[in-house]
């Protein structure tokens, strides 16, 4: 088969070439030939889970003893998964449930309908895939539409789909909801490392921003050969992901843990941004989204990073003699992240002292 360009390829979508059945998958997708790292199915695979309703009672300075030990969990899961599925926080199972049915709705439309929203093969907003990567780097079986929603006078609203109707309402209040989370979130973190709970908050700055990616990942006749999104660590301060099917899977011990499917839960992850401000207590772990041959699968992901141009560095009271400082201080960090990540590369080493 003749081989096509990357740029071509990229203006092309996955769901759009596996309707028109053209698979196999072309070469530049093919990046699983001979992984043989160990998978973890769902079943078996002990993601932590976290039941924010313990921390919202948060203004009390001294916690019960249930708040304490959910800290402490908080605390271990962040150290050595870097991610847990959070519980309790306050979004209904409707709302949820809400959200995944209006983005598989979205991306059943027909081609032409998303493609009013499309990005150019440069640019991040919009519908589309993401740039095109450094050469050499492996395609990614899936489509998004990436938006940035806080800053609110950020928000380009030409890239907003206006079908189905209630997306732009429901992306409204799930992003209002997502935000209240991540303070009752950001406050535990704090705590459970013994510091002043608005630490991480004041990090982030009061223009912190927040990105919503819808991702739909196509069904392929060949799971074994591609990957939805390939192997990555997050350059937020740090993301949540709403599923409907299981595909992503977090690098620990080096194996590939499949994070099980909890209608109720979200995933909480930590990005490099969280690795930094915790002088490295907390993980920034590396993860990837598999495909299936039966069914697509979709995730409402929120990038949650400090505001631009905001210097941040690890918290002076997470370094001592024994924690000596790893980080410098840092700003525009995801700027420096991106550049790797098209590389297939971490940045994380370049904020190293
Ligand atoms: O779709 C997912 O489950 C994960 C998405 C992800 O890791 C990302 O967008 O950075
Ligand atoms: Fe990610």
Redesign the pocket.
């Known amino acids: 088969m003749a081989e096509v360009p990357t740029e071509i390829l990229l203006s092309k979508r996955v769901q759009e070439m596996v309707l028109n059945d053209e698979e196999p998958p072309p070469t530049p997708y093919i990046c699983r030939d001979g992984d043989t790292v160990e998978e973890v199915s769902a079943p078996l695979s002990l993601v932590p889970i976290i039941d924010l309703s313990l921390f919202s009672s948060s203004s009390s300075s001294t916690p019960c003893t249930k708040q304490q030990e959910e800290l402490e969990k908080l605390r271990s899961a962040l150290s050595s998964w870097g991610c847990f599925q959070a519980i309790g926080h306050g979004i209904s199972s409707e709302f949820l449930d809400k959200i995944r049915q209006v983005t598989r709705e979205y991306f059943e439309q027909p081609m032409e309908e998303k493609k009013k929203h499309a990005k150019g093969v440069e640019e991040f907003e919009g519908y589309g895939a993401d740039p095109v990567p450094a050469a050499g780097q492996f395609l990614d079986w899936?489509d998004?539409l990436y938006l940035q929603v806080y800053p609110k006078d950020q928000r380009k609203l030409v890239f907003w789909p206006e079908r189905p109707e209630s997306f732009r309402g429901i992306l409204e209040e799930y992003s209002l909801k997502t935000k209240i989370v991540t303070e009752i979130v950001s406050k535990a973190m704090a705590k459970s490392l013994n510091l002043e709970e608005n630490c991480f908050l004041n990090q982030f700055g009061e223009r912190s921003q927040y990105q919503a990616?819808f991702?739909y990942?196509s069904r392929c006749q060949r799971p074994d050969l591609v990957l939805?999104?390939k192997p990555?660590a997050?350059g937020t301060g740090y993301?949540t992901?709403l599923?409907d099917e299981e595909?992503?899977q977090v690098l620990k011990d080096e194996q590939w843990f499949t994070?099980p499917k909890l209608s109720e839960a979200f995933?909480v992850?930590m990005g490099d941004q969280m690795e930094i401000m915790t002088n490295g207590i907390f993980k920034s772990p590396v993860?990837?989204?598999v495909t299936s041959s039966e069914r697509e699968?979709i995730?409402v992901?929120v990038?949650y990073t400090p505001e631009v141009n905001k210097e941040f560095g690890p918290e002076d009271d997470l370094i001592n003699e024994e924690r000596p400082r790893l980080f410098k201080k840092v700003k525009d960090y995801a700027d420096t992240h991106w550049g790797y990540y098209q590389q297939g590369q971490r940045a994380l080493h370049t904020a190293k002292v």
């Open positions: 899936s998004r990616r991702n990942y939805g999104l990555h997050d993301t992901i599923q595909g992503l994070v995933l992850l993860h990837r989204v699968r995730s992901v990038f």
